[in-house]
């Protein structure tokens, strides 16, 4: 997939292996990107978008894994 492409909730949730819900539920709490609206039932999201998302989850994710966080 190019930089420019772009991707449906349905192939959103199949590459972060979440159900669809999640993703609108996400977007809705401001925890996920919004897509770019083509109409009233339909959104695609950039794949770009979604990419830097997902390394930006990675990078957080390796943040709290390589500290030691006592939390007792």
């Not at 909730?9 to 159900?19: A, Q």
Request: glycine letters at 2%; one cysteine or more; a negative charge.
């Amino acid at each position: 997939m190019t930089k420019t492409s772009y991707i449906s909730v349905e192939e959103v949730s199949k590459l972060l292996m979440v159900d669809r819900g999640t993703i609108k539920e996400w977007v809705k709490d401001g925890k996920f990107p919004p897509p770019n609206r083509l109409n009233e039932r339909s959104c695609i999201w950039s794949y770009a978008v979604v990419e830097n998302w997902i390394a930006q989850q990675q990078q957080t994710q390796d943040f709290i894994n390589n500290n030691d966080i006592d939390l007792i």
